[in-house]
Protein backbone atom coordinates (compact mmCIF):
# COMPACT_ATOMS: atom_id res chain seq x y z
CA UNK A 1 0.00 0.00 0.00
CA UNK A 2 1.16 3.73 -0.49
CA UNK A 3 1.28 5.92 1.55
CA UNK A 4 -0.73 9.75 1.59
CA UNK A 5 0.82 12.25 3.68
CA UNK A 6 -1.44 14.57 4.23
CA UNK A 7 -3.27 16.99 6.59
CA UNK A 8 -7.29 17.62 7.16
CA UNK A 9 -7.30 21.04 5.91
CA UNK A 10 -5.06 20.38 2.88
CA UNK A 11 -7.43 21.32 -0.43
CA UNK A 12 -4.77 19.36 -3.01
CA UNK A 13 -5.17 16.36 -0.14
CA UNK A 14 -8.50 16.10 -0.57
CA UNK A 15 -8.46 16.61 -4.51
CA UNK A 16 -6.62 13.62 -4.69
CA UNK A 17 -8.57 11.46 -2.38
CA UNK A 18 -11.66 11.91 -4.42
CA UNK A 19 -9.68 11.52 -7.46
CA UNK A 20 -8.66 8.20 -6.13
CA UNK A 21 -12.29 7.57 -5.08
CA UNK A 22 -12.74 7.21 -9.13
CA UNK A 23 -10.51 4.19 -8.62
CA UNK A 24 -12.18 2.75 -5.67
CA UNK A 25 -9.07 3.54 -3.31
CA UNK A 26 -9.92 4.67 -0.13
CA UNK A 27 -7.63 4.75 3.80
CA UNK A 28 -7.10 1.92 4.45
CA UNK A 29 -8.10 0.28 1.14
CA UNK A 30 -5.41 1.07 -2.05
CA UNK A 31 -3.62 3.51 0.52
CA UNK A 32 -2.65 4.54 3.79
CA UNK A 33 -3.12 8.22 4.93
CA UNK A 34 -0.86 9.63 7.68
CA UNK A 35 -1.81 13.35 8.59
CA UNK A 36 1.42 15.17 9.58
CA UNK A 37 -0.43 17.27 12.03
CA UNK A 38 -1.22 14.43 14.39
CA UNK A 39 2.52 12.99 13.57
CA UNK A 40 4.83 15.77 14.04
CA UNK A 41 7.87 13.35 13.20
CA UNK A 42 5.91 12.88 9.65
CA UNK A 43 6.41 16.24 8.96
CA UNK A 44 10.15 15.85 9.15
CA UNK A 45 10.45 12.86 7.44
CA UNK A 46 7.80 14.47 4.62
CA UNK A 47 10.52 17.48 3.97
CA UNK A 48 13.20 14.28 3.88
CA UNK A 49 11.72 12.86 1.25
CA UNK A 50 10.97 15.51 -1.04
CA UNK A 51 14.35 17.71 -0.86
CA UNK A 52 13.12 19.99 1.44
CA UNK A 53 9.85 20.80 -0.11
CA UNK A 54 7.60 21.82 3.27
CA UNK A 55 4.46 20.64 0.95
CA UNK A 56 1.56 18.24 1.44
CA UNK A 57 0.39 15.93 -0.06
CA UNK A 58 3.46 13.76 -0.40
CA UNK A 59 2.78 10.77 -1.27
CA UNK A 60 5.04 7.76 -0.77
CA UNK A 61 5.40 4.36 -2.90
CA UNK A 62 6.56 1.31 -1.98
CA UNK A 63 9.27 1.21 -4.34
CA UNK A 64 10.52 4.20 -2.41
CA UNK A 65 9.73 6.78 -4.93
CA UNK A 66 7.48 9.62 -4.14
CA UNK A 67 5.31 12.84 -5.39
CA UNK A 68 5.04 15.98 -4.07
CA UNK A 69 2.06 17.57 -4.76
CA UNK A 70 1.48 15.36 -7.88
CA UNK A 71 -1.82 16.76 -10.36
CA UNK A 72 -4.02 13.86 -10.62
CA UNK A 73 -2.82 13.41 -14.04
CA UNK A 74 0.78 12.78 -13.29
CA UNK A 75 -0.77 10.60 -10.06
CA UNK A 76 -2.51 8.70 -12.14
CA UNK A 77 0.15 7.93 -14.70
CA UNK A 78 2.52 7.00 -11.60
CA UNK A 79 -0.32 4.24 -10.52
CA UNK A 80 -0.58 2.70 -14.35
CA UNK A 81 2.79 2.36 -14.50
CA UNK A 82 3.23 0.55 -10.78
CA UNK A 83 0.31 -1.27 -12.17
CA UNK A 84 -2.19 -0.18 -8.90
CA UNK A 85 -4.55 0.78 -11.40
CA UNK A 86 -5.42 -0.50 -15.14
CA UNK A 87 -5.82 2.27 -17.87
CA UNK B 1 -13.45 13.31 -25.58
CA UNK B 2 -15.01 13.60 -28.74
CA UNK B 3 -14.46 15.72 -32.13
CA UNK B 4 -17.86 16.92 -32.12
CA UNK B 5 -19.30 20.82 -31.79
CA UNK B 6 -20.40 20.82 -28.08
CA UNK B 7 -23.10 22.67 -26.66
CA UNK B 8 -21.09 24.27 -23.97
CA UNK B 9 -18.09 24.39 -22.47
CA UNK B 10 -16.93 25.74 -18.81
CA UNK B 11 -13.70 26.68 -18.44
CA UNK B 12 -12.52 26.75 -14.56
CA UNK B 13 -14.29 24.58 -11.49
CA UNK B 14 -14.58 26.92 -8.63
CA UNK B 15 -18.44 27.86 -7.39
CA UNK B 16 -19.03 29.59 -10.51
CA UNK B 17 -17.95 27.03 -13.12
CA UNK B 18 -19.23 23.81 -10.94
CA UNK B 19 -22.51 25.25 -10.68
CA UNK B 20 -22.96 26.74 -13.71
CA UNK B 21 -22.21 22.42 -15.07
CA UNK B 22 -24.92 21.44 -12.69
CA UNK B 23 -27.59 23.95 -14.23
CA UNK B 24 -26.24 22.94 -17.96
CA UNK B 25 -26.00 19.24 -17.40
CA UNK B 26 -29.52 19.25 -16.06
CA UNK B 27 -30.56 20.61 -18.71
CA UNK B 28 -29.38 17.83 -21.20
CA UNK B 29 -26.37 20.01 -22.59
CA UNK B 30 -23.60 17.58 -21.75
CA UNK B 31 -20.92 20.28 -20.61
CA UNK B 32 -17.54 19.91 -20.53
CA UNK B 33 -15.75 21.23 -17.88
CA UNK B 34 -12.02 22.02 -18.81
CA UNK B 35 -11.29 22.20 -14.69
CA UNK B 36 -8.04 23.22 -14.99
CA UNK B 37 -4.96 20.85 -12.88
CA UNK B 38 -5.49 22.96 -9.44
CA UNK B 39 -9.12 22.13 -9.69
CA UNK B 40 -11.78 23.53 -7.33
CA UNK B 41 -10.97 26.65 -7.45
CA UNK B 42 -9.77 29.15 -4.35
CA UNK B 43 -11.87 27.39 -1.65
CA UNK B 44 -9.22 24.10 -2.12
CA UNK B 45 -7.01 26.45 0.24
CA UNK B 46 -8.74 27.34 3.07
CA UNK B 47 -10.67 25.85 6.31
CA UNK B 48 -13.80 26.25 7.77
CA UNK B 49 -16.19 27.77 5.13
CA UNK B 50 -19.20 28.97 7.60
CA UNK B 51 -21.14 31.21 4.73
CA UNK B 52 -22.15 28.89 2.25
CA UNK B 53 -26.09 28.60 3.25
CA UNK B 54 -26.98 24.96 3.85
CA UNK B 55 -24.53 23.74 6.39
CA UNK B 56 -24.88 25.11 9.86
CA UNK B 57 -21.76 23.39 11.10
CA UNK B 58 -19.91 25.39 8.78
CA UNK B 59 -17.88 23.07 5.97
CA UNK B 60 -14.67 22.85 4.97
CA UNK B 61 -14.15 24.33 1.79
CA UNK B 62 -12.38 20.97 0.01
CA UNK B 63 -15.13 19.16 0.57
CA UNK B 64 -17.86 21.49 -0.60
CA UNK B 65 -15.81 21.75 -3.86
CA UNK B 66 -15.44 18.41 -4.22
CA UNK B 67 -19.14 17.97 -3.47
CA UNK B 68 -20.03 20.52 -6.06
CA UNK B 69 -17.53 18.72 -8.48
CA UNK B 70 -19.79 15.10 -7.51
CA UNK B 71 -22.61 16.69 -8.14
CA UNK B 72 -22.16 18.43 -11.30
CA UNK B 73 -20.30 14.47 -12.48
CA UNK B 74 -23.30 12.79 -11.36
CA UNK B 75 -25.69 15.12 -13.65
CA UNK B 76 -23.32 14.17 -16.37
CA UNK B 77 -20.89 16.58 -16.72
CA UNK B 78 -17.25 15.93 -18.28
CA UNK B 79 -14.79 16.98 -16.49
CA UNK B 80 -11.13 17.67 -17.89
CA UNK B 81 -8.16 18.16 -15.66
CA UNK B 82 -6.88 20.26 -17.77
CA UNK B 83 -6.23 23.75 -18.77
CA UNK B 84 -7.22 25.96 -21.47
CA UNK B 85 -4.06 27.83 -22.94
CA UNK B 86 -5.73 29.61 -26.08
CA UNK B 87 -8.66 30.32 -27.35
CA UNK B 88 -10.12 31.84 -30.64
CA UNK B 89 -13.94 33.60 -30.82
CA UNK B 90 -13.82 35.06 -33.96
CA UNK B 91 -16.41 32.60 -35.41
CA UNK B 92 -19.71 31.11 -34.48
CA UNK B 93 -17.40 28.07 -33.45
CA UNK B 94 -15.70 28.50 -30.50
CA UNK B 95 -12.43 27.03 -30.27
CA UNK B 96 -10.01 26.29 -27.07
CA UNK B 97 -6.87 25.02 -27.22
CA UNK B 98 -6.62 22.27 -24.33
CA UNK B 99 -3.24 20.42 -24.26
CA UNK B 100 -2.48 21.10 -27.66
CA UNK B 101 -5.60 19.91 -28.83
CA UNK B 102 -8.51 22.18 -30.14
CA UNK B 103 -12.19 21.93 -28.37
CA UNK B 104 -14.82 23.49 -30.44
CA UNK B 105 -17.58 24.89 -28.63
CA UNK B 106 -21.47 26.71 -29.20
CA UNK B 107 -21.43 28.39 -26.18
CA UNK B 108 -18.29 28.75 -23.44
CA UNK B 109 -18.44 30.05 -20.00
CA UNK B 110 -15.78 31.85 -18.46
CA UNK B 111 -15.13 31.28 -14.83
CA UNK B 112 -11.63 31.40 -14.44
CA UNK B 113 -11.29 32.90 -10.94
CA UNK B 114 -8.19 34.73 -9.34
CA UNK B 115 -5.34 33.92 -7.91
CA UNK B 116 -3.01 35.40 -5.21
CA UNK B 117 -0.76 38.33 -6.44
CA UNK B 118 2.71 38.10 -5.74
CA UNK B 119 5.16 40.37 -4.60
CA UNK B 120 7.43 40.00 -7.28
CA UNK B 121 10.88 40.24 -5.39
CA UNK B 122 14.26 38.13 -5.58
CA UNK B 123 14.16 34.92 -3.68
CA UNK B 124 10.30 35.05 -4.00
CA UNK B 125 9.93 32.33 -6.64
CA UNK B 126 12.86 30.30 -5.81
CA UNK B 127 11.75 29.69 -2.06
CA UNK B 128 8.17 28.76 -3.48
CA UNK B 129 7.27 25.91 -1.37
CA UNK B 130 10.64 26.12 0.41
CA UNK B 131 9.12 28.79 3.10
CA UNK B 132 7.40 31.09 0.70
CA UNK B 133 3.33 30.41 0.48
CA UNK B 134 0.26 31.84 -0.29
CA UNK B 135 -2.27 29.27 1.33
CA UNK B 136 -1.50 29.42 5.35
CA UNK B 137 -3.79 26.50 6.25
CA UNK B 138 -2.39 24.72 3.77
CA UNK B 139 1.36 24.98 4.84
CA UNK B 140 0.36 26.16 8.37
CA UNK B 141 1.73 23.14 10.00
CA UNK B 142 5.08 23.20 8.46
CA UNK B 143 5.99 25.76 10.97
CA UNK B 144 5.42 24.76 14.33
CA UNK B 145 7.37 27.02 16.86
CA UNK B 146 8.74 28.68 13.71
CA UNK B 147 9.04 32.33 12.87
CA UNK B 148 6.95 33.55 10.40
CA UNK B 149 5.62 36.54 8.43
CA UNK B 150 2.58 37.58 6.55
CA UNK B 151 2.12 40.25 4.00
CA UNK B 152 -0.69 41.85 3.77
CA UNK B 153 -3.22 44.59 5.39
CA UNK B 154 -6.93 43.05 4.58
CA UNK B 155 -9.11 40.26 5.55
CA UNK B 156 -7.38 37.81 4.50
CA UNK B 157 -3.45 38.92 6.20
CA UNK B 158 -5.91 39.28 9.30
CA UNK B 159 -7.43 35.21 9.06
CA UNK B 160 -3.95 33.83 7.90
CA UNK B 161 -1.79 35.18 10.70
CA UNK B 162 -4.48 34.36 13.36
CA UNK B 163 -4.51 31.17 11.96
CA UNK B 164 -0.18 30.69 12.05
CA UNK B 165 -0.71 31.31 15.55
CA UNK B 166 -1.97 27.69 15.97
CA UNK B 167 1.76 26.75 14.96
CA UNK B 168 4.10 29.51 14.77
CA UNK B 169 5.76 31.18 17.80
CA UNK B 170 5.86 34.33 16.33
CA UNK B 171 4.06 36.15 13.14
CA UNK B 172 4.89 39.42 12.12
CA UNK B 173 2.67 40.98 10.20
CA UNK B 174 3.85 43.19 7.18
CA UNK B 175 2.19 46.28 5.99
CA UNK B 176 3.34 49.35 3.44
CA UNK B 177 0.90 51.78 5.00
CA UNK B 178 0.06 52.81 8.15
CA UNK B 179 -3.60 51.39 8.58
CA UNK B 180 -5.52 48.31 7.15
CA UNK B 181 -7.87 47.64 5.35
CA UNK B 182 -9.58 44.86 7.02
CA UNK B 183 -12.93 45.01 8.79
CA UNK B 184 -12.64 46.30 12.37
CA UNK B 185 -13.74 42.58 14.15
CA UNK B 186 -10.44 40.87 12.03
CA UNK B 187 -8.60 43.58 13.18
CA UNK B 188 -9.54 43.46 16.38
CA UNK B 189 -8.65 39.68 16.60
CA UNK B 190 -5.14 40.57 15.21
CA UNK B 191 -4.13 43.22 17.89
CA UNK B 192 -5.38 41.32 20.62
CA UNK B 193 -3.22 37.88 19.85
CA UNK B 194 0.13 38.42 21.93
CA UNK B 195 1.93 36.58 19.37
CA UNK B 196 1.67 38.83 16.35
CA UNK B 197 3.58 42.27 15.98
CA UNK B 198 2.17 44.36 13.34
CA UNK B 199 5.00 46.20 11.33
CA UNK B 200 3.61 48.96 9.58
CA UNK B 201 5.27 51.13 7.14
CA UNK B 202 7.35 48.40 5.33
CA UNK B 203 7.99 46.34 2.52
CA UNK B 204 9.47 42.67 2.00
CA UNK B 205 12.66 43.79 -0.70
CA UNK B 206 14.16 40.33 -0.77
CA UNK B 207 13.29 36.84 0.37
CA UNK B 208 16.91 35.11 1.93
CA UNK B 209 17.89 31.54 2.42
CA UNK B 210 20.39 29.13 2.61
CA UNK B 211 19.62 27.96 -0.68
CA UNK B 212 17.49 24.99 0.46
CA UNK B 213 14.98 27.20 2.97
CA UNK B 214 14.14 30.58 3.98
CA UNK B 215 15.59 32.09 6.74
CA UNK B 216 14.79 35.81 6.20
CA UNK B 217 13.65 38.27 5.29
CA UNK B 218 15.46 42.01 3.68
CA UNK B 219 12.74 44.54 4.78
CA UNK B 220 12.68 48.37 4.90
CA UNK B 221 10.77 50.93 7.48
CA UNK B 222 9.31 53.30 4.38
CA UNK B 223 9.21 55.98 6.96
CA UNK B 224 12.55 55.75 8.83
CA UNK B 225 13.82 54.90 5.18
CA UNK B 226 15.85 52.21 7.10
CA UNK B 227 16.53 48.19 5.73
CA UNK B 228 17.37 45.49 8.16
CA UNK B 229 16.98 41.54 7.83
CA UNK B 230 13.97 39.94 9.66
CA UNK B 231 14.91 36.35 11.04
CA UNK B 232 12.30 34.41 9.68
CA UNK B 233 11.12 30.49 8.77
CA UNK B 234 7.89 31.54 6.58
CA UNK B 235 6.63 34.13 4.85
CA UNK B 236 3.08 34.04 3.42
CA UNK B 237 1.22 36.48 0.83
CA UNK B 238 -2.03 38.13 1.23
CA UNK B 239 -2.27 40.37 -0.90
CA UNK B 240 -4.94 40.36 -3.01
CA UNK B 241 -5.42 38.74 -5.93
CA UNK B 242 -5.19 38.85 -9.94
CA UNK B 243 -7.94 37.13 -12.06
CA UNK B 244 -6.62 34.24 -14.56
CA UNK B 245 -7.71 35.83 -17.89
CA UNK B 246 -4.26 36.68 -19.70
CA UNK B 247 -4.82 33.34 -21.84
CA UNK B 248 -7.92 35.21 -22.96
CA UNK B 249 -5.67 38.00 -24.66
CA UNK B 250 -7.54 39.91 -26.69
CA UNK B 251 -10.31 37.67 -27.75
CA UNK B 252 -12.74 39.09 -25.17
CA UNK B 253 -12.87 42.57 -23.86
CA UNK B 254 -11.06 42.95 -20.38
CA UNK B 255 -10.81 45.99 -17.82
CA UNK B 256 -7.37 47.40 -17.60
CA UNK B 257 -6.63 45.00 -14.58
CA UNK B 258 -7.55 42.26 -16.70
CA UNK B 259 -11.24 41.53 -14.89
CA UNK B 260 -13.59 40.27 -17.93
CA UNK B 261 -16.19 42.99 -18.70
CA UNK B 262 -19.92 42.25 -18.68
CA UNK B 263 -20.81 44.25 -22.01
CA UNK B 264 -25.24 43.33 -21.73
CA UNK B 265 -27.53 41.13 -19.28
CA UNK B 266 -25.93 40.03 -16.64
CA UNK B 267 -23.06 37.91 -17.59
CA UNK B 268 -22.60 38.31 -21.40
CA UNK B 269 -18.89 39.63 -22.52
CA UNK B 270 -18.94 41.61 -25.76
CA UNK B 271 -18.94 37.88 -27.90
CA UNK B 272 -22.08 36.89 -28.67
CA UNK B 273 -22.22 32.87 -27.15
CA UNK B 274 -19.68 34.12 -24.29
CA UNK B 275 -20.86 34.24 -20.87
CA UNK B 276 -18.80 35.23 -17.56
CA UNK B 277 -19.24 33.93 -14.23
CA UNK B 278 -17.63 34.50 -10.82
CA UNK B 279 -13.94 35.99 -9.51
CA UNK B 280 -12.83 36.52 -13.30
CA UNK B 281 -15.18 39.46 -13.50
CA UNK B 282 -16.22 40.09 -10.02
CA UNK B 283 -13.86 42.29 -7.93
CA UNK B 284 -15.85 43.37 -5.90
CA UNK B 285 -18.06 41.25 -3.78
CA UNK B 286 -15.50 38.06 -4.11
CA UNK B 287 -17.48 35.48 -2.72
CA UNK B 288 -18.35 31.88 -3.13
CA UNK B 289 -21.77 32.29 -3.06
CA UNK B 290 -21.71 35.11 -5.34
CA UNK B 291 -19.58 33.82 -8.08
CA UNK B 292 -21.78 29.85 -7.69
CA UNK B 293 -24.93 32.57 -7.79
CA UNK B 294 -23.26 33.98 -11.44
CA UNK B 295 -22.16 30.70 -12.97
CA UNK B 296 -26.01 29.65 -12.42
CA UNK B 297 -27.25 32.75 -14.10
CA UNK B 298 -24.57 32.18 -17.00
CA UNK B 299 -25.60 28.50 -17.29
CA UNK B 300 -29.39 29.86 -17.89
CA UNK B 301 -27.99 32.82 -20.37
CA UNK B 302 -26.23 29.95 -22.38
CA UNK B 303 -29.82 27.83 -22.53
CA UNK B 304 -31.27 30.86 -23.81
CA UNK B 305 -28.70 31.64 -26.25
CA UNK B 306 -28.12 27.98 -27.58
CA UNK B 307 -32.32 28.12 -28.60
CA UNK B 308 -32.04 31.35 -29.88
CA UNK B 309 -29.60 29.55 -32.51
CA UNK B 310 -32.03 26.81 -33.44
C1 LIG C 1 -8.14 31.69 1.56
C2 LIG C 1 -9.51 32.04 1.02
C3 LIG C 1 -10.64 31.89 1.82
C4 LIG C 1 -11.90 32.20 1.34
N1 LIG C 1 -12.98 32.03 2.17
C5 LIG C 1 -14.22 32.26 1.70
C6 LIG C 1 -15.37 32.03 2.53
O1 LIG C 1 -15.26 31.62 3.69
N2 LIG C 1 -16.60 32.29 2.00
C7 LIG C 1 -16.76 32.74 0.72
O2 LIG C 1 -17.89 32.91 0.28
N3 LIG C 1 -15.70 32.99 -0.08
C8 LIG C 1 -14.43 32.77 0.39
N4 LIG C 1 -13.34 33.01 -0.43
C9 LIG C 1 -13.57 33.57 -1.78
C10 LIG C 1 -14.03 32.48 -2.74
O3 LIG C 1 -13.13 31.40 -2.65
C11 LIG C 1 -14.05 33.00 -4.18
O4 LIG C 1 -14.85 34.13 -4.25
C12 LIG C 1 -14.59 31.94 -5.13
O5 LIG C 1 -13.84 30.75 -5.03
C13 LIG C 1 -14.59 32.42 -6.57
O6 LIG C 1 -15.07 31.38 -7.36
P1 LIG C 1 -14.78 31.27 -8.92
O7 LIG C 1 -15.53 30.07 -9.36
O8 LIG C 1 -15.08 32.55 -9.58
O9 LIG C 1 -13.22 31.06 -9.09
P2 LIG C 1 -12.07 30.20 -8.38
O10 LIG C 1 -12.53 29.65 -7.08
O11 LIG C 1 -10.87 31.06 -8.41
O12 LIG C 1 -11.86 28.97 -9.37
C14 LIG C 1 -11.36 29.09 -10.65
C15 LIG C 1 -10.86 27.75 -11.16
O13 LIG C 1 -10.56 27.84 -12.54
C16 LIG C 1 -9.34 27.19 -12.82
N5 LIG C 1 -8.70 27.81 -14.00
C17 LIG C 1 -8.04 28.98 -14.06
N6 LIG C 1 -7.56 29.20 -15.30
C18 LIG C 1 -7.95 28.13 -16.04
C19 LIG C 1 -7.74 27.76 -17.42
N7 LIG C 1 -7.09 28.55 -18.28
N8 LIG C 1 -8.26 26.57 -17.84
C20 LIG C 1 -8.94 25.77 -16.98
N9 LIG C 1 -9.17 26.08 -15.67
C21 LIG C 1 -8.67 27.25 -15.21
C22 LIG C 1 -8.52 27.40 -11.58
O14 LIG C 1 -7.52 26.40 -11.46
C23 LIG C 1 -9.59 27.27 -10.49
O15 LIG C 1 -9.74 25.92 -10.10
C24 LIG C 1 -12.06 32.70 0.03
C25 LIG C 1 -10.93 32.85 -0.79
C26 LIG C 1 -9.67 32.52 -0.32
C27 LIG C 1 -8.46 32.68 -1.21
Excluded at chain 1, 5 to 13: E, K, R
Excluded at chain 2, 237 to 248: C, Q, R, T, V, Y
Amino acid sequence: MFKIYSTAWCGDCVRIKNFLLEFGMTNGDGYEEIDIDQNPEAADYVMEVNGGNKSVPTIVFEDGTSLTEPSVIELEDKLEELNLIKN
Amino acid sequence: MSQDIREVVIIGSGPAGLTAAIYNARARLNPLVVAGVEYGGQLMGTTDVENFPGFPEGIMGPQLMMNMLNQAKNHGAEILYKYVTKVDFSGDVKKLTVDGQEVQARSVILAVGSSPRLLDIPGEKEYWGKGVSSCATCDGAFYRDKIVAVIGGGDSAMEEANFLTKFASKVYLIHRRDEFRASKAMQEKVFANEKIEVLWNTKVDEVKGDDKLVNSLEITDTVKGESKNLEVNGMFLAIGHIPNSDFLDDQVSRDDRGFVDVVSGHTNTNIPGVFVAGDVHDHHYQQAITAAGMGCMAALDVEKYLQSLD
